[in-house]
Each structure stands twice: as C-alpha cells, then as structure tokens.
Nanobody, 124 residues
Framework: QVVLVESGGGLVQAGGSLRLSCAASGRTLSSLTMGWFRQAPEKEREFVSAISRGSGTTAYADSVQGRFIISRDNAKNTVYLQMNSLKSDDAAVYYC?????????????????WGQGTQVTVSS
C-alpha cells in the first residue's frame, strides 16, 4: 500500500510561485511513476504533470508547460511540483498520484494511488 501526503499549498498572488511536495510511504519512489492532477470547483480533475520511474521522463499539460516543473528526490521519497508565474486559472486542489507502470500517462484512471490533496489559491 502506498500512502501519499501533499503539502505546500496556500494563498499566493498572481505571478507568484509555490512549491508543492508529495511524500510517499509504503514503497520506494523509484518504483513508481508519479503524477500531479488538479481539480477546480465544478470542474473535472485534470492532468497537470507526471514523471516516470527510471528515466525520469516528464510530461506537462499545455496550460502549465514552461511555468511548472516536476521533479523527484528518490532519497527523500518525495516528488515536487514547482509552480511559477501562477495565474487565477491555476487555483484548484492539487492531487499527487502514483502508478506502478513505468509509462507516462495523463489519464487519471491509470493511477493507482492518490493523496488527499492540497489547496492552491491565487489572488489577483
């Protein structure tokens, strides 16, 4: 069983930055492909970014490409999402997710484990 705990959310002004963290327990991070998703009120949960196990290949949604950076620290069993140049549209609950497969996927149903989410609020 994998347990994921997100942290780092909060209130930030538009144009500012936040770094989200996701600490994994129950499995070593290196054996998992990790993803970040987000869900705004009355909207579907959407893919944000992912990083594969092994090679560390990354993928981003078009809406965050060039502004967000995903990374992982296997020694700390933690994955990060650095969010820069935040916009009001980025406000949402951000979820960390993990899957056993090594292939990067953007589909939420492909992920086996989920955190409880952390709120990101962007003020204009």
């Amino acid at each position: 069983q994998v347990v994921l705990v997100e942290s780092g959310g909060g209130l930030v002004q538009a144009g500012g930055s936040l770094r989200l963290s996701c600490a994994a327990s129950g499995r070593t991070l290196s054996s998992l492909t990790m993803g970040w998703f987000r869900q705004a009120p009355e909207k579907e949960r959407e893919f944000v970014s992912a990083i594969s196990r092994g090679s560390g290949t990354t993928a981003y949604a078009d809406s965050v490409q060039g502004r967000f950076i995903i990374s992982r620290d296997n020694a700390k069993n933690t994955v990060y999402l650095q969010m820069n140049s935040l916009k009001s549209d980025d406000a949402a609950v951000y979820y960390c997710a993990a899957r056993d497969g090594k292939i990067l996927v953007r589909t939420r149903n492909a992920y086996d484990y989920w955190g409880q989410g952390t709120q990101v609020t962007v003020s204009s």
